[in-house]
């Protein structure tokens, strides 16, 4: 063996671990997943209280650059366990995380897009790396979909937040702080609008308008969730359509004839 062929060796014994890793089913990739998710809830955790500790400047950087090696270490070892690396830069969820480790790689730059670290949660949810680990036998299901739901409108109501606190923290007496603006947030995403904090001038107006079409749209989709009837995902063999009534025998679409695994079969 050459000199120039044990690095090439070493790499792919170091891609196939990592394989194995992150899309195995052992019981060691199993635990090793689940350390993964642990400590993104604790970066999330991390992103969500962040406005609050910025009073010790010193202590926050530490552990925003902390963070960052952290996410870049996961991305370099995402990208090396996925088959085709352009395929893996093709997804949408990649490019934001990679997003969010350009906020956290240069704080003093881009300050202000530091709300958006917030993503990172939506992102988790609707990645088959969650499911996959904590909700293998929800994938799927109505928890899946209702889960998504719910972390879709807490994600937004903390980026809104985070927005709000970012414009018009010191520009407007009203907004004095972060609780003040996850106060408006809330009331304008419920439509309750009290009256008390208002966001002033034009700019105000349509954050207001967003934030109430949005909020209502998410709170739709969840209710939508919790009480639209139950279905299941299996694809037609012959028309391709995924989402069939759990006692379907025949595919609504075309009359194919199914069989649905029922829950005990999983």
């Not at 969010?100 to 704080?107: G, K, M, N």
């Not at 899946?144 to 937004?156: I, P, S, Y």
């Not at 709000?164 to 609780?179: A, D, L, N, Q």
């Amino acid at each position: 063996m050459t000199s120039t062929d044990r690095p090439r060796e070493g790499g792919l014994r170091l891609r196939a671990r990592l394989r194995a890793l992150y899309h195995g089913s052992s019981q060691t990739a199993v635990r090793f997943r689940l350390a993964v998710l642990v400590i993104d809830m604790i970066i999330i955790a991390f992103f969500i209280a962040a406005p609050l500790l910025k009073n010790s400047i010193l202590a926050f950087y530490v552990v925003d650059y902390v963070i960052a090696c952290l996410l870049a270490l996961d991305l370099a070892a995402r990208a090396l366990a996925w088959a085709d690396l352009k395929d893996w830069l093709k997804r949408p969820i990649v490019w934001v995380d990679l997003f969010i480790l350009a906020t956290l790689l240069f704080p003093a730059w881009l300050f202000n897009l530091g709300f958006l670290r917030v993503i990172r949660l939506w992102t988790l949810v609707n990645s088959d790396f969650f499911w996959r680990t904590i909700g293998r036998k929800y994938d799927d299901t109505r928890v899946e979909d209702t889960t998504r739901a719910v972390v879709a409108l807490v994600t937004f109501v903390f980026v809104a937040t985070g927005f709000v606190y970012t414009s018009f923290m010191g520009r407007y007496e009203g907004i004095s702080g972060w609780i003040d603006a996850l106060y408006f947030t809330v009331t304008s995403l419920t439509t309750t609008g009290y009256g008390d904090i208002l966001l002033p001038g034009a700019w105000g107006r349509i954050v207001s308008i967003v934030i109430m079409l949005v909020g209502v749209t998410l709170f739709v989709r969840l209710g939508q969730t919790l009480l639209r009837p139950h279905k299941v995902r299996h694809p037609c063999d012959r028309c391709g359509l995924q989402v069939h009534d759990p006692d379907a025998v025949h595919c609504k679409a075309c009359g194919n004839l199914l069989c649905i695994p029922d829950e005990g079969s999983h």
